[in-house]
Each structure stands twice: as C-alpha cells, then as structure tokens.
C-alpha cells in the first residue's frame, strides 16, 4: 500500500524551506513533526468534516483524499502557469 502513495510523501520540498536549511519550525521542520496533523486539518476542510473525524476515517479513504489534494494542487499549479 505505501508503494501505491509514495507521491504523497514529498521531502523537504514545503514552502519555508526543506530540512537542511529550515530553522525552528519553518519549511520541513514543521512538517517533520506536525505533519500527520497538519494533513487531517487539511482532509477535514477538504472534507467538510471535523479534525477529529478525520482520525475515524478508513486508511484507504484518507490516503484516497490525500491523493486528491496533491493531484488537485497540482493541476491548479499547471493551470497557474497557462495564464
């Protein structure tokens, strides 16, 4: 199953910097520690849910709602550009 989300899991590459320059908890190092909680705050708005549903949700639901996000964000980037 992790192969088949692998592209969910960028490294250091956040805005804010990544972890080899990243200071306190800018860049990766907030993503480092507060990453999974970061990501079910964004799942719940994605949702229209509370962050604490978030936690009850099926694995594969959440990764499935994770997968959309990034494939979401990255056709807006895409589109960004063409304009």
């Known amino acids: 199953m992790d192969r088949s989300f692998s592209g969910l899991y960028d490294i250091g590459d956040d805005e804010g910097g990544d972890e080899t320059n990243g200071s306190g908890f800018g860049g990766g190092t907030f993503i480092k520690v507060y990453g999974w909680h970061y ?4 799942v719940a708005a994605q949702e229209n849910i509370a962050v604490k549903e978030v936690f009850e ?7 499935n ?19």
């Open 57 to 63: 949700m099926k694995t594969i639901e959440f990764l």
């Open 65 to 83: 709602a994770m997968a959309y996000m990034k494939a979401k964000n990255s056709y807006d980037r895409e589109q960004a550009k063409r304009l």
């Open 39 to 42: 990501t079910c705050y964004l």
